[in-house]
């Protein structure tokens, strides 16, 4: 007999589905008060992973570089039943290479303003991208644990 917690969980296929669709992550860090920072953040996935970029010197960044647990969240849905999300815990890579942060901003960018490709963002996008790269540092989200539900599987 399985739980109900099984008859919801997302097959590997459907969580990497899930991600690819959404947009934002919530991303929660350990302050140094002990208290989790929570945070909304465009991504895109990188090799199965959540990544994303953001300024260097945010809180979220210094709460990081302290301890670098992390636990994500990505979810939609309205109604109970339409309910569906992925919940990552997991350790954060910061990422100062300015090539591998510019290759992160720039995929970032074309999944916010919802182009096929970083050209398509013009040369102010182009340009916003590079001037933005130089104040920020990438983080990729390295999972220890997954947790996923579709309440649309109970019906």
């Not at 739980?3 to 969980?9: H, L, N, T, Y």
């Not at 510019?102 to 970032?108: C, M, S, T, W």
Request: charged letters at 30%; hydrophobic letters at 35%.
């Amino acid at each position: 007999m399985s739980s109900g917690r099984d008859q919801v969980k997302l097959s590997d296929e459907e969580v990497q589905g899930l991600l690819e669709e959404n947009l934002k992550v919530q991303v929660a860090a350990n302050g140094r008060d002990g208290f989790p920072h929570l945070t909304t953040l465009f991504y895109y996935v990188q090799d199965g992973r959540i990544a994303f970029w953001t300024y260097g010197r945010s809180q979220k960044i210094l709460n990081l570089e302290r301890d670098p647990r992390v636990t994500a969240l990505v979810e939609d849905g309205t109604d109970y039943f339409e309910l569906r999300g992925v919940s990552i815990e997991g350790r954060a890579e910061i990422v100062r290479d300015r090539d591998r942060i510019l290759e992160i901003g720039k995929a970032v960018s074309v999944r916010m303003f919802g182009v096929d490709s970083f050209e398509a963002l013009g040369e102010i996008g182009a340009q916003t991208v590079e001037k933005q790269a130089t104040k920020r540092v990438g983080v990729i989200i390295h999972p220890d644990r997954v947790a996923s539900w579709d309440h649309r599987k109970m019906t």
